[in-house]
């Protein structure tokens, strides 16, 4: 029985280390579903599947350990495919995948991003969904950890980015 116990604890707490090892990805409808229950800011990856720095990204800011927590805690996280097939249906309006030379685009990020297909492109929304900025290009954690404090502690309201970033502390 104590074998049992041990076998459950450790797993148990296993479970738990590793939620927090990833961000929390969600779909966009899943996202505007959860900040309708309960607002938060949200935060969109933009991403597509051939794009070698949104891979890079992911492997290496997505995957650091204070960027996690930081956006786990403080938005809703969304991958969003900027060239997906499904219709995505947002404020009354049905968003479509849009044919375009050899790949095509899905309307709703080309709308988040004004039009500027640009690939990874990083978008924050606020917590009633009003679009904040929309950073495009590839970021390292160290600049990403900045934007993510920057939004996420609502300084943005108050402060321009050059004075929050003289005065930012790193977690790195």
């Given amino acids: 029985m104590k074998k049992f116990l041990t076998l459950i604890t450790i797993i148990?707490?296993?479970?738990?280390?590793?939620?927090?090892?990833?961000?929390?990805?969600?779909?966009?409808?899943?996202?505007i579903a959860l900040n309708k229950e309960s607002p938060k800011p949200i935060l969109i990856d933009v991403y597509t599947?051939?794009?070698?720095?949104?891979?890079k990204m992911d492997m290496e800011t997505y995957s650091n350990a204070t960027i996690i927590k930081a956006i786990n805690e403080n938005f809703y996280a969304?991958?969003?495919?900027?060239?997906?097939?499904?219709?995505i249906v947002y404020k009354e309006y049905t968003f479509k995948f849009q044919k375009s030379g050899r790949n095509g685009y899905h309307q709703l990020p080309a709308s988040l991003m004004d039009g500027k297909l640009?690939?990874?492109?990083?978008?924050?929304?606020?917590?009633?969904?009003?679009?904040?900025?929309?950073?495009?290009?590839?970021?390292?954690?160290?600049?990403f950890e900045k934007i993510v404090a920057y939004f996420s502690s609502e300084t943005y309201k108050?402060?321009?980015?050059?004075?929050?970033?003289?005065?930012?502390?790193?977690?790195l």
């Fill in 12 to 31: 148990t707490f296993a479970v738990q280390t590793n939620a927090q090892d990833k961000i929390n990805w969600l779909s966009f409808e899943d996202a």
């Fill in 49 to 55: 599947d051939w794009c070698g720095y949104c891979k």
């Fill in 78 to 87: 969304v991958k969003l495919d900027g060239e997906q097939k499904e219709d």
């Fill in 118 to 143: 640009s690939y990874p492109t990083t978008i924050f929304l606020s917590e009633t969904e009003q679009k904040l900025q929309s950073i495009p290009g590839y970021l390292d954690k160290k600049m």
């Fill in 158 to 171: 108050t402060k321009n980015w050059k004075d929050f970033e003289k005065g930012f502390k790193s977690k």
